[in-house]
């Protein structure tokens, strides 16, 4: 099974501050999501990666396969980008041992921006 | 991209009772998740649904206490059997068409 490990898992920043979220797993993977879930619950995609980097707004994400891990960084952050930041992946059957093919998440990153 | 409309939003029921959770895609899907969110918890995946077949479930989880219908490639159901308190979560159901799109919960509360 993989393991998604996440950090910080608390993230207090000023207004303005770059920021930077972590995540590792443990073994293949054909995708990586990140993933922006609000107080009401509702969840949000932000990215889905297979290699290489992606940008949306001030929104950067990257993903090394050979060390498997992932970054998400948000430049110029606002109060707005307060909520959990998930990272979640999709293991082929082949590695994650059978079940129910499913993403497995990271336990997220709660980040605060103060203005 | 895919909108799925999922309900109830919420509901508070008593122990031994069942819930059923509905979900809509707004396009044909071949592949259904249900995922809970325990408090405080991040998601953990209960079942893939997959039109014509029965579901498969995560180690865990079992048919039984988590019912699965899957009538068409557009709609699922969840069915939370005989709750008990700890089955108070949020469930939620999603597809992955190249990104993961997210029903918006329904928060269960059992007393």
């Known amino acids: 099974k993989n393991e998604v490990e996440q950090s910080p898992q608390n993230l207090t920043a000023q207004e303005g501050e770059f920021i930077t979220i972590n995540c590792s797993y443990s073994?293949?993977?054909?995708?990586l999501h990140w993933l922006q879930q609000h107080p009401g619950g509702g969840i949000v995609s932000l990215f889905m990666l297979s290699s290489g980097k992606k940008k949306h707004g001030r929104l950067i994400a990257t993903i090394n396969i050979q060390e498997k891990h992932s970054s998400l960084h948000i430049t110029a952050s606002h109060p707005r980008d307060s909520a959990v930041y998930i990272c979640?992946?999709?293991?082929?059957?082949?590695?994650?041992?059978?079940?129910?093919?499913?993403?497995?998440f990271g336990k997220g990153t709660h980040l605060i921006i103060q203005p | 991209s895919a909108v799925i409309s999922q309900k109830p939003s919420r509901d508070i029921c008593q122990r031994g009772t069942s819930l059923t959770i509905q979900c809509q895609v707004d396009?044909?899907?071949?592949?259904m998740f249900w995922y809970r969110q325990q408090p405080g918890q991040s998601l953990t995946l209960i079942a893939t649904a997959n039109q014509g077949s029965e579901a498969t479930y995560e180690s865990g989880f079992v048919i039984d206490k988590f019912p699965i219908s899957r009538p068409n490639l557009t709609f699922s159901t969840l069915t939370v059997s005989n709750m008990s308190p700890e089955d108070s979560s949020i469930y939620l159901c999603?597809?992955?068409?190249?990104?993961?799109?997210f029903g918006q919960g329904t928060r269960l509360t059992v007393v």
């Open positions: 396009s044909q899907v071949t592949m």
């Open positions: 979640a992946v999709r293991t082929p059957l082949a590695y994650s041992g059978g079940g129910a093919d499913g993403l497995t």
């Open positions: 999603s597809v992955d068409l190249y990104e993961a799109f």
């Open positions: 073994v293949g993977i054909s995708a």
